[in-house]
Nanobody, 124 residues
Framework: QVQLVDTGGGLVQAGGSLRLSCAAS????????MGWFRQAPGKEREFVAA????????YYADSVKGRFTISRDNAKNRVYLQMNSLKPEDTAVYYC?????????????????WGQGTQVTVSS
């Protein structure tokens, strides 16, 4: 069992930055691939970024490439999402997710555990 707690959301102006953090419980965190997803009102949950258990493989959605960076610290059981050059269309609830696999996935149904979500609002 893994429990995830997402933090770091907030209100920021367009062009600004935020850093999301996801704290995971459990001693097997390093064997999980991790991902970040987001869901805006009235829209389906969409993939943002994912990282393999070792950090050696990383995927990004095209909409965030070059602006967002995913990273993990297995010693601290944490995964991060650094978000720069934020745009109003990045406004959403952001969720971290854990997958019982070493390989990262890009679909929500590939993930087994979810955080509670943290709101990110980007004003124009």
């Amino acid at each position: 069992q893994v429990q995830l707690v997402d933090t770091g959301g907030g209100l920021v102006q367009a062009g600004g930055s935020l850093r999301l953090s996801c704290a995971a419980s459990g001693r097997t965190f390093s064997r999980f691939a991790m991902g970040w997803f987001r869901q805006a009102p009235g829209k389906e949950r969409e993939f943002v970024a994912a990282i393999s258990w070792s950090g050696g493989t990383i995927y990004y959605a095209d909409s965030v490439k070059g602006r967002f960076t995913i990273s993990r610290d297995n010693a601290k059981n944490r995964v991060y999402l650094q978000m720069n050059s934020l745009k109003p269309e990045d406004t959403a609830v952001y969720y971290c997710a854990a997958r019982r696999a070493v390989v990262a996935g890009t679909e929500p149904n590939e993930y087994d555990y979810w955080g509670q979500g943290t709101q990110v609002t980007v004003s124009s």
